[in-house]
């Protein structure tokens, strides 16, 4: 029984850093009403998610999650009831069950606001379709594999994608008009638009990627806001390994 207990109230450790301060959504999540559904497929209608979190008590909106560019179901989506209660439910009894031949993730969230119903990825899906090597018919097919093991180290993987842009910041942050992350001088926390030398580097767009040992130059290049174009003194090392669909869970 107590196991059954365990999985029937799952606990979330994910925050989306891209929208909010983890303070914020963890104040936000005890009063919640809103879900996030994941790993749905990319034909899975909003009347069919309606219909099934309907079960658990009056859902509010829908809100489809959508591929940047194309506009198109991207295999996620933000479920809206009218009170906490109704959302806990929804969250201990559909976590992990199967729906529409897929296990889902129901998950609590802090609130949909404008933009984050747009997957994050260079395609414009979810990174993780971007990230993946497998084929998931259900989800677009062959996964782009823009995440890749470097031989001989496989506890090591770099970003081979195009990224020319941030994942995007939303709420306050985009309101003030922060400047995009690769616009930024290096400081360990913004990342070059060419990486660095030494160390672990970032890619475009704040893009971890992560090597082995590598030539070390002790330096790197960025832009410099208030001066034009110039070269940042930064080392450029990135404060760890991204993991596999870390930004869109």
């Known amino acids: ?12 450790q994910y925050f989306d850093k891209k929208s909010f301060t983890k303070e914020k959504w963890l104040a936000c999540i005890k009063v919640s009403r809103t879900l996030y559904v994941g790993n749905l497929s990319f034909y899975t209608t909003e009347e069919q998610i309606h219909e099934l979190f309907s079960k658990c008590g009056e859902v509010k909106k829908v809100v489809m999650g959508l591929n940047r560019f194309k506009k198109s179901p991207c295999g996620f989506c933000f479920v809206e009831y009218f009170t906490h209660e109704q959302a806990a439910q929804a969250v201990n009894l559909l976590n992990k069950t199967n729906f529409d031949e897929r296990m889902i993730r129901v998950d609590w969230d802090a609130g949909i606001v404008e933009g984050r119903q747009f997957g994050r990825g260079e395609s414009g899906d979810q990174w993780r379709d971007d990230f993946r090597d497998d084929d998931d018919p259900a989800r677009g097919g062959q996964g ?29 942050e985009a309101e003030e008009g922060e400047p995009p992350a690769k616009m930024r001088r290096l400081d360990g926390s913004a990342a070059s ?31 410099d806001t208030s001066k034009g174009k110039g070269k940042g003194k930064g080392k450029g090392k990135s404060k760890g390994k991204r993991n596999r669909g870390e930004d869109d869970r």
């Open 193 to 223: 638009p060419w990486g660095a030398f030494g160390g672990h580097a970032v890619g475009p767009g704040g893009l971890p990627m992560s090597f082995g040992a590598v030539p070390s130059f002790n330096m790197a290049y960025a832009y």
């Open 144 to 172: 782009r594999n823009l995440l890749r093991r470097i031989e001989g180290q496989p506890d090591r993987q770099v970003y081979v994608g195009q990224r020319k842009h941030a994942h995007g910041k939303f709420g306050k």
């Open 1 to 12: 029984m107590a196991h059954l207990y365990q999985e029937l109230t799952p606990q979330t």
